[in-house]
Nanobody, 126 residues
């Protein structure tokens, strides 16, 4: 079964940092763009960052640009999201998704597959 397992979430104060992990199960990440998405309370899920398979090119939504860094370790079949300078508006459940191809479309994987994992909850509050 193809799935992602997201982890690393937690509760932090504004200005804090977290590192999220997204481990793939049942398939290899090689050759696929991978994206991070989040869903804030009462809002729709939104894409926030993408990393391509070729050259590891990255892209970010304006809301996280300069604060978040996406990376991948194909040997570990895992994608990461380093989140710094966290804000209350970053609160939400974070998910990852795989694109059908190796490249991103803006800051989401091109033609990504919506078979979501359980996500990992990030809460930013003082």
């Amino acid at each position: 079964q193809l799935q992602f397992v997201e982890s690393g979430g937690g509760s932090v104060q504004p200005g804090g940092s977290l590192r999220l992990s997204c481990a793939a199960s049942g398939f290899r990440l090689d050759g696929h763009a991978i994206g991070w998405f989040r869903q804030a309370p009462g809002k729709e899920r939104e894409g926030i960052s993408c990393i391509s398979s070729s050259f590891g090119s990255t892209a970010y939504a304006d809301s996280v640009q300069g604060r978040f860094t996406i990376s991948r370790d194909n040997a570990k079949n895992t994608v990461y999201l380093q989140m710094n300078s966290l804000k209350p508006e970053d609160t939400g459940v974070y998910y990852c998704a795989r694109g059908m191809y190796y490249y991103c479309s803006g800051y989401v994987p091109y033609k990504y597959l919506e078979n979501w994992g359980q996500g990992t909850l990030v809460t930013v509050s003082s």
